[in-house]
């Protein structure tokens, strides 16, 4: 069973910083891209962060987060994070960890994993 739990987040004034954490289990961590999302009330999800397999060399942040937001993982500790800098109201979102696992039974090969999801608001 794969599971991914997310914590961290938490009410914040801008400007303010939090780190959030994944928690994973059920397959092998390391050998996996990973992901952030974040999903405002009234909007779509959207990527806020992306880290390739191993050492996590390789990263991607759209840019209205590049600058401000850090992801990385502990391949020991099976556990991704986002470390979140001079948060903004905007940001105000539950943010979700991602993985890809392979599923020959679907249709895109891949199935989409997602954890509950951890509350981030960012006001004064």
């Known amino acids: 069973q794969v599971h991914l739990v997310e914590s961290g987040g938490g009410l914040v004034q801008p400007g303010e910083s939090l780190r959030l954490s994944c928690a994973t289990s059920?397959?092998?961590?390391?050998?996996?891209?990973m992901s952030w999302y974040r999903q405002a009330p009234g909007k779509e999800r959207e990527l806020v962060a992306y880290?390739?397999?191993?050492?996590?060399?390789?990263?991607y942040y759209p840019d209205s987060v590049k600058g401000r937001f850090t992801i990385s993982r502990d391949n020991v500790k099976d556990t991704l994070y986002l470390q979140m800098n001079s948060l903004e109201p905007e940001d105000t979102a539950v943010y979700f960890c991602?993985?890809?696992?392979?599923?020959?039974?679907?249709?895109?090969?891949?199935?989409?994993?997602w954890g509950n999801g951890t509350l981030v608001t960012v006001s004064t």
């Open positions: 880290i390739i397999s191993g050492s996590g060399s390789n990263t």
């Open positions: 991602n993985v890809d696992l392979e599923d020959p039974t679907s249709h895109r090969g891949v199935k989409p994993y």
């Open positions: 059920g397959f092998i961590f390391g050998n996996y891209p």
